[in-house]
């Protein structure tokens, strides 16, 4: 064991011990966090209309005590908390986009002991979180030396495809030693990769010159189901691990007349990019092929597209978060992300995502957090940011 | 519409974002010595009451010290409502703790009455519990006229703007009860007060002097009593009201709706006679009738609905004690 190690160790030893007295400080400073999760959950904020949320995001940034927050060309709100020495930044984001339309009635309700209503889990918890960090450390008395840099990145769902995030760290030229993407749900997340992820949406549109007397003939919703059986043949090979998941079908608007278009959702993950290149190849042929046996015109469009990455499991950082964890009695789930994380460990950072707390109903309109959790999921947050800033999570 | 009703109108009627700098409000409050207590009736409001204390507590108390005490008066609830408030750090009260000496009676007025005697505040802001929309703007954009202008004692809420917009003039959007009862009632005794655009806003802020010498109908007819009340003592001149957009509630039935304007027609003929409007009054029913039909026979169902009052504030003995020996 080298002098440097022993000497982390010990560091990271005195902070361990400091977490039950955090977790119960966070409780007493909860309004701080749960005020914000409440008014930023409110305003609508679908992909690519978050424009209103980031605006008040930014204004709590300023009234948090941050040096000239901003909202860049891309829509996203950052701004930075300067560190006793300042060398470097730790960047601490979440997404603000969330899944639900304008429609959607934005209102959350507050019981004792959990907050339920559309996107309080994703993300209006964890926007919070990170909107609240600069009055948070200061309540809890703590001042990094690293600088601390805040984003609330637009455009990371769906067709978002994490454009917000992306585009930020392009532009963003600052030495960023670590970074934590912080997501509301489900506590215990623990990822530190992102997985490689096709997401497409499949359009099938019966032409008006369409024979209907031709064998076989049939409506937009059987000719969706055919080919979503002929898509599962295409074999899913385990090693590397793929997936397919469909999420979205729609088709129809009646009971007694057969529709003319559908469309089809789908997400394709694999820890094999070739393996991703290969299943595009073979969904563009399986359109192709379908649309002429048919008479039906399908087309795939690809909504995002990235490639696997990540940092070891024995990465100092990933060590250090699963070693918080253990002290908050958080068991870690080890999970690939498939959102912002990729985009910071592509830029070259090392960077984990945490979940704040434990959820029910995600994605539904009474989506619901639980409070309890909730304090322990902050403090999780907070020691590792200052593990970071203590050397703590570097090779 | 008379020049003077006009001036009333743009001298007195304000927009919540024209407040939007709370801290700057607190400096003017604290320069005039001010202080607010913030109070909310409740009976029965778990589903609302976490969020609206939450809010309100952390944003102006915590994040900018505009409300200086925050309390929670209820009629006895049987769900959580005490509960849920108190862990959210606001003072919960029952209604019936407060001056027992004068008894308990059941209603929203009755926890208006009692917060004067519990509260310190030399101005009470007033918000109703089952707002889903809550924003600091329903308290602040109510005691800003107050802080800001010493001649105002009494600020209402109001909720859609009623201006001339592109596509046309947009109605009121006051409730049903304000447009068939209210509304029709002032226009034809009390002219003024029709520049009151909601005059039945559960939302309002006043000062401690005003609502200390006014009798307070305990169940439907408070609003309406403050109205008459302090316009004859003060003139519209008195009032103030702000617009606070958009306040998403509980829609009420008409059967509901009927049985408050019951309780308010009595407040207000009440008013009319000692006010000299009207000369003779008749001993007034306290039996609200209406009919159910149930398959295909008629019902008559009838509830009894009386407008008891509370003295003004001033004329209670133990309230005068805790004036005079705080």
């Given at each position: 064991m080298t002098i440097e190690t022993s000497t982390k160790e010990v560091s990271l030893e005195s902070l361990l011990k400091k977490i039950p007295k955090q977790r119960e400080r966070l409780r007493e400073f909860r309004e701080t966090y749960l005020t914000d999760a409440v008014l930023l959950g409110e305003i609508p904020s679908p992909t690519f209309g978050e424009q209103d949320r980031i605006r008040l995001a930014v204004d709590r940034f300023r009234e948090n005590g941050l040096e000239d927050p901003e909202i860049d060309e891309f829509g996203n709100a950052s701004g930075i908390l300067p560190g006793?020495?300042?060398?470097s930044s730790i960047l601490v984001m979440a997404h603000a986009?969330?899944?639900?339309?304008?429609?959607?009635?934005h209102v959350l309700n507050v019981g004792a002991d959990h907050i339920t209503g559309p996107g309080i889990a994703d993300n209006a918890i964890g926007l919070a979180a990170v909107v609240g960090l600069p009055k948070l450390l200061d309540q809890l008395g703590v001042r990094l030396k690293d600088d601390l840099l805040l984003l609330t990145n637009v455009r990371s769902l769906g067709r978002g495809n994490l454009e917000g995030a992306r585009s930020f760290l392009e532009t963003k030229q600052r030495p960023i030693r670590a970074g934590i993407c912080v997501e509301?749900?489900?506590?215990?997340r623990l990822s530190y990769s992102g997985i490689g992820a096709l997401r497409g949406e499949i359009t099938l549109q019966i032409p008006?010159?369409?024979?209907?007397?031709?064998?076989?003939a049939s409506g937009a919703i059987s000719h969706l189901t055919r080919f979503i059986n002929q898509i599962l043949e295409i074999p899913m090979p385990k090693e590397p691990m793929t997936r397919m998941t469909f999420g979205g079908l729609r088709c129809g608007s009646s009971f007694n007349t057969s529709p003319r278009r559908g469309s089809l959702r789908f997400e394709i993950t694999s820890e094999g990019d070739e393996i991703l290149n290969d299943m595009e190849k073979q969904v563009n042929e399986l359109c192709e092929q379908f649309s002429l046996e048919t008479g039906t015109q399908l087309e795939l469009e690809v909504v995002a597209k990235r490639q696997n990455c990540g940092i070891p499991f024995t990465h100092p950082l990933v060590k250090t978060t699963r070693a918080i964890m253990n002290e908050l009695g958080i068991t870690p789930n080890v999970d690939p992300s498939t959102g912002d994380l990729n985009s910071l460990i592509r830029a070259g950072h090392p960077g984990v995502t945490l979940g704040l707390t434990t959820a029910e109903n995600?994605?539904?309109?009474?989506e619901t957090i639980h409070l309890e959790p909730l304090y322990a999921g902050m403090a999780q947050l907070v020691s590792l940011l200052q593990a970071i800033d203590m050397g703590l999570c570097e090779s | 519409m008379s020049k003077k009703k006009k001036q009333w109108l743009d001298r007195n009627t304000f927009h919540h974002g024209e407040f939007w700098d709370i801290l700057k409000l607190v400096e003017e409050k604290e320069k005039k010595g001010l202080s607010i207590s913030l109070c909310i009736p409740t009976l029965n409001e778990e589903k609302t009451i976490g969020k609206e204390v939450l809010i309100l507590r952390s944003e102006?108390?915590?994040?900018?010290?505009?409300?200086?005490e925050f309390a929670v008066i209820d009629?006895?609830?049987?769900?959580k409502t005490l509960e849920v408030a108190a862990s959210y750090g606001a003072d919960v009260y029952l209604a019936?703790?407060?001056?027992?000496e004068v008894g308990d009676k059941r209603g929203k007025g009755e926890n208006l009455w009692k917060a004067i005697h519990q509260l310190n505040g030399d101005v009470i802001c007033y918000v109703d519990a089952?707002?889903?929309?809550?924003?600091p703007r329903f308290v602040y954009g109510l005691v800003a006229p107050l802080i800001h202008r010493e001649e105002i004692h009494y600020v209402k809420a109001f909720y859609d703007r009623p201006l001339n917009y592109s596509s046309g003039l947009r109605s009121t959007g006051g409730g049903r009860v304000t447009e068939i009862l209210i509304r029709p009632l002032f226009s034809l005794f009390?002219?003024?007060?029709?520049?009151?655009?909601?005059?039945?806003?559960?939302e309002y802020a006043a000062r401690r002097e005003v609502l200390e010498i006014i009798p307070f109908?305990?169940?439907?007819?408070v609003e309406t009593s403050h109205l008459l009340d302090l316009y004859e003592k003060f003139?519209?001149?008195a009032f103030a009201q702000t617009d606070l957009d958009r306040r998403v509630h509980r829609n009420q039935t008409t059967n509901a709706l009927g049985k408050m304007s019951f309780g308010i027609l009595q407040t207000f003929f009440n008013r009319l006679h000692a006010q000299g409007k009207i000369d003779q009054m008749p001993n007034m029913e306290t039996f609200y009738r209406r009919f159910e039909v149930e398959d295909g026979v008629y019902n008559q169902l009838v509830q009894e609905v009386v407008e008891e009052e509370r003295p003004?504030?001033?004329?209670i003995e133990e309230y005068l004690n805790r004036v005079v020996s705080p």
């Open positions: 006793t020495e300042g060398g986009d969330t899944v639900f339309s304008p429609e959607t009635r509301g749900a489900t506590q215990g008006s010159s369409y024979d209907w007397n031709r064998f076989g995600l994605r539904d309109e009474n | 102006l108390m915590e994040r900018y010290p505009l409300i200086d009629s006895g609830s049987s769900d019936s703790d407060i001056l027992p089952d707002i889903s929309n809550i924003h009390y002219p003024e007060l029709t520049n009151v655009i909601q005059p039945l806003s559960g109908p305990i169940g439907y007819g003139g519209l001149d003004p504030m001033i004329e």
